[in-house]
């Protein structure tokens, strides 16, 4: 069956750096892959979709790469802020009726 | 902006009772799901309806049915809850821009979820 990994349960950097958060995926290979954040309490954020023949997509400080072969995607944050401490959520999509869901890496930026 | 509300944040039920959740989207989007989300399982996709009347199975429909008779509507029922349905439900929807169906080529909105206790 699918299996979705995200590097660790938490990430704690110091403000300015570059977070960087991993999503590995086996036993499908997905076309599209799309990252959210989600806060506290409340429901997850699009934040970018990128597919299968991108290499890389960027929107303001977030980059994200995808690796078919290595079955990876990372998900960048340059010059972290506090307010980027949050959950994010990878959600590979292989077929017509499915995305699923990592568990999520909850980011801490320590000012 | 789009807008995805649902009908409580918090709902306590007791065990054997039918439960209804509602949601509601403001943006004519065509896709609308059904999730929960558990501790250290992530998200988990219930049921989701690409058209009004349309319904298709996620990964974990049993004990779970659904009903869309309105497009900016959709609504989770639990026919009969119980103690392993105590969960955080989050509804989404998404644009359905070529007519496609592939679920994962379109960004989703989600609402603000519903805890979900039943005792």
């Known amino acids: 069956s699918q299996k979705i990994e995200q590097n660790s349960e938490a990430l704690n950097i110091q403000e300015g750096k570059t977070a960087t958060l991993t999503c590995n995926y086996t036993?499908?290979?997905?076309?599209?892959l799309q990252w959210y954040r989600q806060d506290p309490g409340r429901g997850p954020v699009f934040l970018l979709l990128?597919?299968?023949?991108?290499k890389e997509k960027r929107k303001e400080r977030l980059k994200v790469t995808f690796d078919t072969t290595l079955k990876q995607s990372l998900f960048h944050i340059t010059a972290s802020q506090p307010a980027d401490s949050a959950t994010y959520l990878c959600a590979p999509s292989s077929g017509a009726n499915n995305l699923f869901f990592g568990t999520g890496t909850r980011l801490t930026v320590i000012p | 902006d789009v807008k995805v509300t649902q009908s409580s944040r918090y709902l306590v039920k007791r065990t054997g009772e039918k439960v209804f959740l509602e949601c509601v989207q403001d943006m004519d989007h065509e896709n609308m799901f059904w999730y929960r989300q558990d501790p250290g399982l992530g998200l988990r996709l219930i049921y989701f309806s690409y058209d009004v009347k349309m319904k298709e199975k996620g990964d974990i429909p049993e004990g779970y049915s659904v009903s869309r008779e309105k497009k900016e509507r959709f609504s989770l029922i639990l026919e009969s809850a119980s103690t392993n349905q105590t969960s955080m439900y989050l509804c989404a929807s998404s644009p359905h821009r070529d007519r496609g169906r592939w679920i994962g080529s379109y960004e989703q909105y989600f609402g603000p979820g519903t805890r979900l206790t039943v005792t």
């Open positions: 036993n499908y290979s997905p076309a599209y």
């Open positions: 990128i597919r299968e023949n991108e």
